[in-house]
């Protein structure tokens, strides 16, 4: 049993004549959740679009996909992006959007009943069977996660992306959506790799933690090895206070930050 999906070696991204991401060497733990941490600007959402084959690299990405862990290439891979603008007056419904990722036939011929049926079975998977028929354009950022997590989820991905999701949820609200993730990892045995500024949030859910400064990780491991004042200072920058909700024993607290994209580091 290989323990690692996906093997990073040596992965380099250079965009606009510059070095974004220079030699990544990370390994991504097999039904495990890995947590990506790093300064706004630091690389996050290019690893992931790499991964995604978005965004053209050097160096390697290998996975060990498959039964017996022979496929090099996944057959899916789940994204949830970082940031999702939708026009508000973009006239679907959940249910039609469901039906353009889902069904082959166009919409103007209406939504199948099988996929109104499979949309609404996807979307009570992740608390969020209510929203079927409300307009797509006019979801908080909650429940628009909720509804990306969910297309994410199918077909069942061998690895599922997560670009800070909680950015645009209450606060209120974001206790729940990390317990359903840990929920869908345990369950379902989603391997998930997740953009989180939340330290505490990071301390509770994640296996394993990747840190990343300036397109360079530098310091990789489970979250008590990783998660300490002297790691988090060379992650985010030495004589920064950079988590007020770190004690000084470098274990994370829950500390009611504000909700938002962007809160800052420096506070
Ligand atoms: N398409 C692009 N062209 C040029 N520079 C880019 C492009 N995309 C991202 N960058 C730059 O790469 C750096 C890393 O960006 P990003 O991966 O979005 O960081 P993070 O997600 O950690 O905030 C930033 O300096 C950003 O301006
Ligand atoms: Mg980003």
Redesign the pocket.
Known sequence: MNAVLAQIRNLRVN??G?S?LNGIDADLLRNKITALI??????????LRALIRECPFQGEVKFFCGHDHSHHRPEHIGYVP?RLSLDARLPLTVREFFALALQRRPLFLGVSAKVAKRAAELLARVGAGHLLNRPVAKLSGGEMQRVLLSLALEPQPELLLLDEPAAGIDFADQAPFYDLLGRINRERQVTILI?SHDLSVVSEHAHHVLC?QNGTIVCQGPPGDVLTQEAISRTFGAGKKVYAHLHDDGTACDHNHSHGHGHSHGH
């Open positions: 965009l606009g510059r974004i790093g300064l706004n600007g630091s690389g996050k959402t290019t690893l970082q953009v990343l």
